[in-house]
């Protein structure tokens, strides 16, 4: 039985359990609800570019830092079908749009969009969106046009989030997570480490995903890729160490989930990487980019997966492709 009643305790004795130990255990965790060969290929996509108005300290998109991103608006729906089935060919299973915006609002760029995730969706492919905040009317939106699974990460502890964003309140993010659940949409929800947060702050993260309602089907665990103009450009590369504890504990508390093993790849080794599949993880970003930020180029992540005998995970394996309820979004 999967339980969401952690405390934090129980949650830093596992996260400071001796490594070794705790590695053993998350490995014996997945296998209990895994196959350990089978990682999920994701793509993700950045649909619209820059310009956002909110503060997070760590991203380049935020349009009051001076970073090298520049801003482009949405995409056309034929450029990103187009991506999609490239992302397919080269063998990924999900497909994630993500749109620099605070929040969701219902113009034509979002009927855009539901028109995105129902041509993705026919492709046979598990479709989804970060796209800010989010309603529950705009919710059932993109569950009626086949999204699959919305991302919208909490990024760190509450106690913390205060020094990293100031723009949107920690209830707001559970807000969006509790609309995209409502509407039947998976959760794909996680965070980022190396911004400054104390080891507290990762666990208090962490118990407040294991203490959902419903653990997030997905959850992302992201190392911090310092941005040049951004407030945290300065910081530390955080070490494979503190990435294996993150995803150790991830897969021992949300046994079933898949935890992604996400920005910051393009720095680790294939020894580093394997470790953190040892740990739990199993799933990854393909792809050079991760919306704005460098990713391993595709003969890597190819060549990684023949090192390892490691195939990709098949879409819907666990869960039945959504079902599209129109045919047309009207304009």
Not at 222 to 249: C, D, H, K
Not at 253 to 281: D, H, N, Y
Request: contains cysteine; negative net charge.
């Amino acid at each position: 039985m999967l339980r969401t009643d952690w405390t934090r305790a129980e949650i830093a004795d596992i996260y400071n359990a001796p490594v070794l130990d705790l590695i053993y255990q998350a490995a014996t965790v997945h296998r209990q609800h895994h196959d350990p060969q089978e990682v999920q290929v994701c793509t993700l996509l950045s649909v619209k570019t820059g310009g956002c108005p909110e503060d997070c300290a760590y991203c380049p998109q935020a349009a009051r830092y001076h970073t090298d991103v520049k801003v482009h608006k949405l995409m056309e729906v034929d450029e990103v079908l187009t991506a999609a089935q490239h992302a397919k060919d080269s063998g990924s299973t999900r497909f994630c749009m993500g749109a620099a915006w605070r929040e969701v609002r219902d113009n034509r760029d979002f009927d855009k969009v539901l028109d995105m995730v129902q041509g993705v969706n026919a492709m046979g492919l598990e479709v989804c969106c970060t796209l800010g905040m989010l309603t529950e009317s705009q919710a059932e939106k993109l569950k009626n046009a086949g999204l699959y699974a919305y991302n919208h990460n909490l990024d760190t502890s509450e106690e913390f989030y205060g020094d990293i964003i100031t723009t949107r309140t920690y209830d707001d993010r559970l807000d969006t997570i509790n609309h995209a659940r409502k509407a039947g949409i998976s959760v794909c929800s996680g965070g980022i480490i190396g911004m400054g947060e104390s080891d507290g702050d990762r666990i208090g993260m962490l118990h407040t995903l294991a203490t959902l309602p419903q653990h997030p089907e997905s959850v992302p665990v992201n190392a911090l890729v310092p941005v040049e103009g951004t407030p945290l450009e300065e910081q530390p590369r955080v070490s494979v160490w503190e990435m294996v504890r993150m995803i150790a504990t991830a897969r021992i508390i949300m046994p079933k989930a898949m935890v992604r093993l996400s920005a910051g790849r393009v720095r680790m080794t294939t020894e580093e990487q394997a470790l953190c599949f040892l740990a739990g993880a199993n799933s990854i970003f393909a792809g050079d980019k991760l919306l704005t930020t460098p990713n391993p180029a595709e003969d890597a992540d190819q060549q990684l997966f023949q090192t390892l005998n490691i195939r990709p995970r098949k879409a819907f394996k666990d869960a039945e492709k959504p079902s599209v309820v129109f045919e047309q979004i009207p304009m």
